[in-house]
Nanobody
């Protein structure tokens, strides 16, 4: 069974950092792109960042310069390193997989994790 499992969420003060993990189970990421999405209360799902199978990356304008999306060499885990966190970053964060290429359209991703809550508050 192909699964993604997120971890690493929590409560952090503004200006702080968190690292989210997205671990693949039942497959490796050689032929998959991994996207991070988030959904704040009362808002739609927003694309945050994505890394393709060839390790090309992209970021939403709202997180550029603050977030990065490294992948481990074993190609089983993708991270979302979040620095200089702001209250506006508060949301449930999801990772998702699709074949090879990134997409801004979340409906093109067919394997989803369960989500992890990130709360930025003093």
């Amino acid at each position: 069974q192909l699964q993604l499992v997120e971890s690493g969420g929590g409560l952090v003060q503004p200006g702080g950092s968190l690292r989210l993990s997205c671990a693949a189970s039942g497959f490796t990421l050689d032929n998959f792109a991994i996207g991070w999405f988030r959904q704040a209360p009362g808002k739609g799902r927003e694309g945050v960042s994505c890394i393709s199978s060839s390790q090309g990356t992209n970021y939403a304008d709202s997180v550029k310069g603050r977030f990065t999306i490294p992948r481990d060499n074993a190609k089983t885990t993708v991270y979302l390193q979040m620095n200089s966190l702001e209250p506006e970053d508060t949301a449930v964060y999801y990772c998702a997989a699709r074949g090879y290429y990134c997409s801004r359209d979340s409906s093109r991703f067919h394997i989803w994790g369960q989500g992890t809550q990130v709360t930025v508050s003093s």
